[in-house]
T-cell receptor, first 116, second 114 residues
């Protein structure tokens, strides 16, 4: 079946612009996660959605970052007023959300964001 | 809070030699443990996981890891590596019953040489 998909695969933007990154999780997966992979910070958790519950935003680095998940499926990560330190690969993952299978996260290919 | 330490950022090894990639973690709660692999220009893939039961877990491509609670370690081993094992390997933990988000180590780049 189809895996987690992300778009765009690459995004170059100018400092100060807003960007939107999209994630399509595996069909039926109720949990969705965003992570960031950068040279300086490694792999960091950003935000977690589980069903209709309020998202866990504890990993968002600043209030310029926000995310939403519409209809329990597609998610969009928005970065406002981008800064050069936002340059990274943004990874989305999904999991079944319940039972021990909830701990198996399936990752998308990522969006490489470059802020110039 | 959790933290994961991968002691070696790079491990060069010759083909068919054994390898061990070290992972230690710190957590105030019980955790599940994972190894993920990232092949060049590819996404993260789950290699193996420890959730419960036997502390020795194996992957389909010959890797194994052993959970050692007293040493808070989850080292990854393979008795004989192949060129195709060249990749970056990430150890990760997730707190039991608390949101499932992963905390990753810094990664170990395994470089298999002919």
């Amino acid at each position: 079946g189809a895996g987690v998909s992300q778009s765009p695969s690459n995004k170059v933007t100018e400092k100060g612009k807003d960007v939107e990154l999209r994630c399509d999780p595996i069909s039926g997966h109720t949990a969705l996660y965003w992570y960031r992979q950068s040279l300086g910070q490694g792999l960091e958790f950003l935000i977690y959605f589980q069903g209709n519950s309020a998202p866990d935003k504890s990993g968002l680095p600043s209030d310029r970052f926000s995310a939403e998940r519409t209809g329990g499926s597609v998610s969009t990560l928005t970065i406002q007023r981008t800064q050069q330190e936002d340059s990274a690969v943004y990874l989305c993952a999904s999991s079944p959300g319940t039972g021990l299978g909830a701990y198996e996260q399936y990752f998308g290919p990522g969006t490489r964001l470059t802020v110039t | 809070a959790q933290s994961v330490t991968q002691l070696d950022s790079q491990v060069p090894v010759f083909e068919e030699a054994p390898v061990e990639l070290r992972c230690n973690y710190s957590s105030s709660v019980s955790v599940y443990l994972f190894w993920y692999v990232q092949y060049p220009n590819q996404g993260l893939q789950l290699l193996l996981k420890y959730l419960s039961g036997s502390t020795l877990v194996e992957s389909i491509n010959g890797f194994e890891a052993e959970f050692n609670k007293s040493q808070t370690s989850f080292h990854l081993r393979k008795p004989s590596v192949h060129i195709s094992d060249t990749a970056e390997y990430f150890c990760a933990v997730s707190p039991k019953g608390a949101g499932n988000m992963l905390t990753f180590g810094g990664g170990t780049r395994l470089m298999v040489k002919p």
